[in-house]
């Protein structure tokens, strides 16, 4: 045994052995330790839904992540490049430069061409911007003898607009609230008192034939009512006909007369 301890081999051996354990002991405080503590450590991932992709990339990029943009989609309540959704969501644990992938806002939003909406049912107009993503907004009415009609849209034709665009609507109240003058249609065909009738706002009602021997075939008689300067809007004006007097109307085998059509000399 002591001549073992005398060795000088022996001494080198034990030497050369604390040396390696030193230097392992110095790897693993070096290396091995911050390792073994960093394993399982995470960063959570911010919530940057409705932020902008600029305010998205700032808060990635400060803890220490990465983001990529997987999808674009129209959005009407979001600016074009806005965070729409986020995978991980906020609040996830992840790994340091652990990559995140997000939805944006697109930049352009697909337009429409208005539609013409005047002369349609309030019903009809308010399908049709339904189809189109279009919103009804305020509905106003007016005196008008077309009832429930649509007489002015507050977007003009053809112009290009955004989905969920609001559109305001002017109706027709079908009587009118003001009066216009009634024409004078004594002596007139029948189809310029009908013109006469439409451009001043009011109604052709009834039409009755009359054999006259004092004005010409087709022309008007009488109207009714006739005792007043003015009518409201939309109200009916009923024609009296004149026709040949004396006519007869002679039936051939196999034909069928209609009577409510209306005849024209």
């Known amino acids: ?12 051996l ?9 230097a392992l002991l110095l790897i693993a405080d ?22 902008s992709l600029d305010q998205a990339k700032q808060r990635f990029e400060e803890a220490g992540l990465r983001y990529e943009v997987y999808d674009e989609r129209p959005n009407d309540k979001l600016p ?8 991980p969501s906020g609040g996830t644990i992840v790994k340091p430069n652990r990559k ?30 339904q189809v189109r993503g279009l919103k009804l907004g305020s509905i106003t009415y007016e005196s ?38 009634v024409p004078n249609l004594l002596g007139l065909r029948l189809s310029q008192a009908q ?30 009512p006739s005792d007043s300067d003015s009518l409201f809007e939309g109200t009916s004006i009923h024609l009296v006909i004149a026709e040949k007097p004396n006519v007869q109307e002679f039936i051939e085998s196999g034909v069928v007369l209609n009577d409510s059509i209306p005849r024209f000399r």
């Open 1 to 12: 045994m002591k001549a073992i301890l005398k060795d000088k081999r022996f001494h080198y």
């Open 14 to 22: 034990i030497g050369g052995s604390a040396l390696i354990v030193t």
């Open 30 to 51: 070096a290396w091995l330790m911050p390792w073994y503590t960093n394993y399982g450590a995470g960063i959570t991932v911010p919530d940057v839904k409705n932020l």
């Open 80 to 87: 074009p490049g806005h965070v729409m959704d986020q995978t």
């Open 100 to 129: 995140i992938y997000l939805m944006t806002s697109a930049e352009s939003r697909p337009s429409i061409g208005m539609p013409s909406l005047v002369g349609n049912s309030l019903d009809n107009a308010r399908i049709q911007l």
């Open 144 to 181: 008008s003898p077309y009832r429930n009609s649509v007489l002015r849209q507050s977007v003009a034709v053809g112009e290009n607009i955004e989905r969920n665009t609001v559109v305001h609507l002017v109706i027709g109240d079908g009587v009118g609230q003001r009066k216009v003058p």
């Open 195 to 224: 013109i006469r009738i439409r451009d001043a706002g009011l109604r052709v009602g009834d039409i009755t034939y009359i054999a006259s021997a004092l004005y010409e075939p087709n022309h008007v008689l009488r109207f009714n």
